[in-house]
């Protein structure tokens, strides 16, 4: 009788055994199958870094030293497909004077791909794109901005400050 419950037990085994095995496999995503659903989502990046120039000092005077030229080394890491910088100017005043509005203040800019920059000197007004459409996907590119002070005997004398914001916009 021992044998026969073993030899029961066993055709048990065997049966369910079979069962499992010549199951059907499943789809993935229609619940337990033999495949794997993944899925990902990798957010949007940008990020904006002033490599060198964020303070420069201008020392001019219109006779023996009327001109002056700095840069500002802007660093950009970005996932997104393409980006652009812009840079927003406040007043640069001596005293009333104010240097951009009386054009003594000049931009230009330097892509580092295929984006457009600005290529001559150029007065600032407001806010302007210092860089559009810049080729993204970058793990770091540099973008040179570069400043001239041009001075002459209307400027007056004294000390002037002027803050620029620049700002990465994503293409997404």
């Known amino acids: 009788m021992l044998r026969g419950r073993v030899l029961l037990w ?4 065997l049966a369910v055994l ?4 010549g199951a059907p496999a499943t789809p993935p995503g229609q619940g337990g199958g033999t495949g794997v659903e993944m899925k990902a989502r990798v957010g949007g990046q940008i990020v904006l870094e002033i490599l060198s120039g964020d303070t420069i000092n201008f020392t001019v005077d219109p006779l023996n030293n009327p001109e002056a030229t700095a840069t500002t080394e ?3 890491r970005t996932n997104a ?3 652009s910088i812009t840079a927003s100017f406040g007043a ?12 003594k203040f000049f931009i230009r800019s330097k892509a580092p791909g295929k984006g457009k920059a600005i290529a001559d000197w150029t007065v600032p007004k407001d806010e ?5 459409g810049e080729d993204g996907l970058t793990s770091g590119e540099i973008t040179v901005v570069e400043y001239l002070l041009r ?7 004294g000390e002037g400050k002027l803050v620029i914001i620049f700002t990465a916009v994503p293409e997404f």
Not at 10 to 13: I, N, T
Not at 92 to 103: P, V
Not at 128 to 132: H, P, Q, R, W
């Open 128 to 132: 302007v794109v210092i860089l559009k």
């Open 10 to 13: 066993l055709l048990g085994v």
């Open 92 to 103: 640069f005043l001596i005293g009333d004077y104010d240097l951009i509005k009386n054009g």
């Open 81 to 83: 497909a393409s980006y």
């Open 18 to 21: 079979g069962f499992s095995l």
């Open 74 to 76: 802007i660093l950009v």
């Open 151 to 157: 001075v002459d005997f209307t400027v007056p004398p």
